[in-house]
């Protein structure tokens, strides 16, 4: 069966500070990868995915960067964070254009 | 604009009553819907998937799709406490991208 993990489970972090965040899914092969952010009370917003080793996608412009070094493996980066950056960060994978599963998040509080 | 609404609720509803969750959108060419249900502080977890027109059914929970209407509802029998939590719905961006495109969710709240 398929299982995503996602490190730290909670980070704090002054503000200038980098960030990395990482993901990984095993039990599947080739499977389409995306970071999302959500703000305390918000929806999902949709922050990059992933098609395949090296191909990244960004929804929104921003501070942040991704990185798919593996197949299975995806990488969230800042170099400077923001106050804004704050938040409840996702990864999720999917096969094709079909449900996404969501691993089980890293809360991230920039002060 | 590929949009999914949702109204935010909060939904207050008895244990043991139906609660009846919406969703309408915006693009024609979804073909599939998806329900996901969010409690405080967790990540989404996938309940129901619905891919043609009618209700499927799993359990306690009956997805309905109106692809004419455009809306999708998700309902639940005999609701417990546990249920109370944050249910979005999903659909894929029809413009391909494999990308879905989340409402907002509505937050369900059951009363024992």
């Known amino acids: ?12 972090q002054p503000v200038g500070s980098p960030l990395s965040l990482e993901c990984t899914v095993e039990g599947t092969s080739n499977p389409n990868l995306y970071w999302y952010r959500q703000a305390a009370g918000r929806g999902l917003q949709l922050l990059f995915y992933s098609v395949g080793i090296g191909q990244i ?3 929104v412009p921003q501070n942040l960067s991704a990185s798919r070094p593996q197949d299975r493996q995806f990488i969230l980066s800042s170099k400077k964070l923001l106050l804004s950056d704050s938040g409840f960060y996702l990864c999720a994978w999917s096969v094709a254009a079909r449900e996404q599963y969501f691993g089980p998040g890293t809360r991230l509080t920039v002060t | ?26 693009d024609r060419g979804s073909q599939s819907f998806f329900w996901y249900r969010q409690y405080s502080g967790k990540s989404p977890e996938l309940i129901m998937s619905i891919y043609s027109n009618g209700d499927k059914e799993d359990g306690r929970f009956t997805a309905q799709l109106n692809k004419a209407s455009q809306y999708v509802s998700l309902l639940i029998r005999d609701s417990q406490p546990s249920d109370s ?28």
Do not use: D, M
Request: negative net charge; aromatic residues 8%; charged residues 10%.
């Open chain 1, 1 to 12: 069966s398929q299982t995503i993990h996602q490190w730290p489970a909670t980070l704090v």
């Open chain 2, 1 to 26: 604009q590929k949009e999914v609404e949702q109204n935010s609720g909060p939904l207050s509803v008895p244990e043991g009553a139906i609660a009846s969750l919406n969703c309408t959108y915006s």
């Open chain 1, 57 to 59: 996608s960004s929804e």
């Open chain 2, 85 to 112: 939590a944050t249910y979005l719905c999903a659909a894929p961006f029809s413009g391909g991208y494999n990308k879905l495109i989340f409402g907002a969710g509505t937050r369900l709240a059951v009363h024992p």
